[in-house]
């Protein structure tokens, strides 16, 4: 049973910096490309960063210089460092992969809450 499990999502304020993690269960990890996605309030989910198996890394154009991708193949974990955090940044972080079978994995999201 595949599993994605994030953590690190937090309240803080403008200017700030968090890292969220995800860890992966069930997969043979280090094969797949993973990404972080996000979802705002009334908002579309939306693709923030992907990572590939050889750590090739592609970001949303808007958080490009703000945002790193990276992962940790034997922890079976990858990671979203995020700088100078902004309120529009607000929004449940969501870690997902897709399977060579075409199953899609997503986890259960961790709240990032920017705000003075």
């Known amino acids: 049973q595949v599993q994605l499990v994030e953590s690190g999502g937090d309240l803080v304020q403008p200017g700030g910096s968090l890292r969220l993690s995800c860890a992966a269960s069930g997969i043979i990890f280090s094969f797949y490309t993973m990404a972080w996605y996000r979802q705002a309030p009334g908002k579309q989910r939306e693709l923030v960063a992907t990572?590939?198996?050889?750590?090739?890394?592609n970001y949303s154009a808007s958080l490009k210089g703000r945002f790193t991708i990276s992962r940790d193949n034997a922890k079976n974990t990858v990671y979203l460092q995020m700088n100078n955090l902004k309120p529009e940044d607000t929004a449940v972080y969501y870690c997902?992969?897709?399977?060579?079978?075409?199953?899609?994995?997503w986890g259960q999201g961790t709240q990032v809450t920017v705000s003075s």
């Open positions: 997902y992969t897709r399977r060579f079978s075409g199953i899609e994995n």
């Open positions: 990572i590939t198996s050889g750590g090739s890394q």
